[in-house]
Structure formats: structure tokens, C-alpha cells
């Protein structure tokens, strides 16, 4: 039989407390913000397609649509786990929009350094709560 080290009973428990204010919260919000921001942006972007180049046909006009309403439904799963995922796949989406009108691939490319940064925030935000540098973790 082997014997437990002393301080592995320690390792176990966390070594700080957890945040006086919830960070995740913010964080979704932020997202959700985001997302309300490039649903707005995507729907402005209407009238430039239907006015410059080709115009709008039935595909564009339902593409930009879907879009926005995605974009709206994903606010409300912010608290999930792979709600950073969906977002990204929407982002893809997004910049897959190149193809039905060069403004929205400009759109998709803003805001996907957005979510890049996003992505950078989320995992500062675990690494601050890990090695509990936020107000509140420690005495």
C-alpha cells in the first residue's frame, strides 16, 4: 500500500477563495453586448447591400436575417458552457457573409478581432481567479 503524501490533502482544496463578485458574469455580459452589437451592425448592413453591387436577392436578404436572429438567441445561452463556441461559429458565419456582399465580410473581420480579444479576456480571467488575484480572494 503507499501512503498519501501530508500536503496532498492540501493541493486538493483551492488555495483561494473564490471572487467576491461573480468575474463569469461580467464576462457574459460583455458577450451578450457584442453580440447585440453586431446584430445591429449586420442589419445596418441592408441597405448598403441592397444599394451597392449586385443588390439584394432572396439568399442575402434570408443569410443577414438568420444571422441577426442567431445573434439575438445567443444572448439568452451566455450561461452555458459552450456558449463561447456558438459564438465563434457565428463569427464564421459571419465572415463567410464575404460571399454574398464584400461589407459583410468587413463586418465578420471587426468583430472577429473583437472576439479574438474576447477569447483573450476569458482566459486572463481564469488565470486571475486561479492564482486568485482578483479583489476579494484573498485576506
Known sequence: MSEEAPDSAQSRTPRF???TNDPWKGFRGVCSGTLILEMIVILLALPVVSTVGGGLTWFSTLYIVVLAILMVLTCGIQKRPYAMQINIAIQ???LLGVFI???I???GVIF???WVYLLYLRR???RRI???MLY???D
Do not use: C, T
Request: proline content about 8%; cysteine-free; charged content about 20%.
Open 136 to 138: 476579494g480572494q484573498r
Open 92 to 94: 464564421v458565419l459571419v
Open 124 to 126: 486572463d480571467i481564469a
Open 130 to 132: 486561479e492564482r486568485g
Open 105 to 107: 465580410g468587413i463586418v
Open 17 to 19: 477563495k473564490p471572487p
Open 101 to 103: 456582399h464584400l461589407s
Open 112 to 114: 472577429g478581432a473583437v
